[in-house]
């Protein structure tokens, strides 16, 4: 007799945490777990190289069309004529082009940042818009980087 009432016992024990459960998920609508977590939210990040004169194409891999492509009447890759906006989810990213490519990276918060050595040539740190202003880096204005100056050590 004792076995049959814990059998009863447990067996409305379930049911009460099944039908508790179920009252949580479609009072919610969902679990937690559903929700996307920060690092896979997507951002809509501007590229805006229409400063670079003459008109080439760009790309940032695994996200737009590769410029290595061999014939330019079927490229599919952005135009340096045009700003596109991108999906990007937080994480690091290279911006190409034929003569210039760096990278930078998309914040939880979908902000662009990249390294202030190129801040001569990229704008939009903190923004959601990168603005690429040089088609290489090395001479910019004429003033090479102290850099090259650099002599080896013989020592």
């Known amino acids: 007799m004792n076995f049959d009432i814990a059998m009863k016992h447990r067996s409305l024990s379930l049911r009460v945490?099944?039908?508790?459960?179920?009252?949580?998920?479609?009072?919610?609508?969902?679990?937690?777990?559903?929700?996307?977590?920060?690092?896979?939210?997507?951002?809509?990040?501007?590229?805006?190289?229409?400063?670079?004169?003459?008109?080439?194409?760009?790309?940032?891999?695994?996200?737009?069309?590769?410029?290595?492509?061999?014939?330019?009447?079927?490229?599919?890759?952005?135009?340096?004529?045009?700003?596109?906006?991108?999906?990007?989810?937080?994480?690091?990213?290279?911006?190409?082009?034929?003569?210039?490519?760096?990278?930078?990276t998309v914040g939880m918060n979908g902000t662009i940042d990249y390294s202030p050595a190129l801040d001569q040539c990229v704008q939009g740190r903190g923004t959601q818009t990168l603005i690429v202003l040089c088609k290489r880096t090395y001479p910019h204005g004429g003033q090479p980087d102290p850099y090259y100056d650099q002599k080896p050590n013989n020592g």
């Open 17 to 104: 945490t099944v039908i508790g459960l179920l009252a949580m998920v479609f009072a919610e609508g969902s679990f937690a777990g559903d929700r996307p977590a920060a690092h896979l939210h997507e951002h809509q990040i501007t590229i805006d190289a229409t400063k670079l004169v003459p008109m080439s194409w760009w790309q940032v891999p695994g996200v737009t069309p590769s410029i290595w492509n061999s014939d330019p009447e079927s490229l599919d890759a952005p135009k340096t004529s045009e700003r596109r906006d991108l999906s990007l989810r937080p994480g690091k990213y290279k911006f190409i082009s034929f003569t210039f490519d760096f990278p930078f």
